[in-house]
């Protein structure tokens, strides 16, 4: 994943000539060196608050802005966020947009990066140090230029308690006549095909990607329900309730796909603190597949897909049960082809429980973590579920 948006180096180079105009018997690279060399890095503004607390219920998010770092007048800037940790050579990476000199990090994949990649502890206060990266833009080849002129501005600490889901986020499925589709498990009590997809951004909020047909109806089943009819959520009075009736989709809305959100309370479910919203998704530029596995060592190897199975209602869900990976490595891809393929985000570590695909590395599975899992993604969103069995 590329944190640097580049200019064409002919654009550069006019930015760094009209800077040194009249002076023809000047070699361009002196004067690049020269305008460069002269740079002072960016300044972090002091936030409201250098301490924070996260936890599950938190809904906000770090927010931190600079002043320029200087390169000449006329040369754009990159930057990137920097997080790190006392005594650790670990770092997060947070890229802002070309130009931007400011940055909100929703709290929830704050709390999710500190854990899992600088390994702080939960509910312990801890400091980490901020700065910000800065790289003139110049042509991608001339990575020595953008090493030697990088600045980083001086470091912002802040003291950030963490907290720690020591177990994974609660599952919740939907059970019902969803698309009419013929072999559709519909209103089967068993039926865990249909799982909300916990919202990466908060540990309250979970969404379902999927068709529905006009006059869809449901049920709410929390995973300790499947298999039986009681404890599940339907609706009372417009609202959420283990006693109401079957939740359908709003009187009037057309068959189509649809985001329906989830939120919830954390730990023991109080349907009163629960809500549920319908939103059409547009999923005409999607492709439809035929099959998507598992490609790579920790599956059979990279020529042959452990193929995940689709689901009888939603063409775009796909489930492996009981999937063995090995110690090895793995991504996902669709029509046994690489023309579309799944892997983690940069430095992501192998993903257990809920995530979003959407970069291209490998994912590794170290001996530890081989073992047999159970396998939700769906396609339109890139939203998986990865869940160990035999912990």
């Known amino acids: 994943m590329n944190r640097i948006h580049h200019l064409a180096s002919a654009t550069l180079a006019a930015l ?16 690049f060196d020269a305008v460069l060399s002269s740079k002072s890095p960016a300044v972090l503004d002091q936030p409201v608050s250098t301490a924070m607390t996260i936890t599950p219920e938190s809904t906000g998010t770090l927010d931190l802005s600079w002043s320029a770092a200087k390169y000449g007048d006329k040369i754009p800037v990159t930057y990137t966020l920097v997080i790190s940790r006392g005594g650790s050579e670990k770092r997060i990476e947070f890229p802002v947009l070309t130009g931007a000199r400011q940055i909100s990090i929703p709290l929830q994949q704050l709390n999710k990066r500190l854990v899992t990649e600088l390994e702080m502890e939960g509910d312990t206060p801890d400091k980490v140090s901020v700065m910000v990266e800065a790289l003139p833009l110049a042509d991608k080849g001339n990575d020595h230029a953008l090493e030697t002129y990088r600045t980083t501005s001086a470091p912002l600490e802040l003291t950030i308690t963490p907290f720690l889901a020591t177990v994974r986020p609660d599952l919740y499925f939907l059970v019902g006549d969803l698309s009419g589709r013929d072999g ?153 082809a690489w023309s579309t393929n799944w892997g983690g985000q940069e430095k992501e570590k192998f993903p257990t429980d809920f995530g979003i695909a959407e970069g291209g590395e490998n994912w590794k599975v170290t001996a530890k973590e081989a073992g047999t899992y159970d396998v939700y993604f769906n396609d339109l969103t890139g939203n998986y579920f990865i869940n160990k069995l035999d912990k």
């Open 184 to 336: 559709a498990p519909g209103w089967n009590e068993k039926n865990n095909e249909h799982l909300f997809f916990a919202d990466d951004n908060s540990a309250l909020t979970y969404h379902y990607y999927g068709y529905l047909k006009a006059g869809a109806a449901f049920k709410i089943f929390p995973e300790a329900s499947i298999g039986a009819w009681k404890n599940i959520l339907g609706l009372k009075d417009g609202k959420l309730d283990m006693s109401g009736d079957n939740i359908e989709l709003p009187a009037g809305s057309p068959a189509g796909y649809y985001r329906i959100t989830l939120t919830v309370n954390r730990g023991k479910l109080d349907p009163a603190q629960a809500t549920i919203s319908f939103t059409p998704i547009d999923v005409l530029s999607k492709p439809t597949f035929d099959k998507i596995g598992i490609i790579g060592t920790a599956g059979i190897d990279w020529d042959h897909d452990l193929l995940l199975e689709q689901s009888k209602t939603e063409p775009h869900l796909w489930i492996g049960r009981g999937i063995v990976l090995k110690e090895g490595e793995f991504k996902l891809r669709a029509n046994a």
């Open 16 to 31: 760094i000539l009209s800077l040194v105009a009249g002076c023809s018997t000047e070699d361009p690279m002196e004067s």
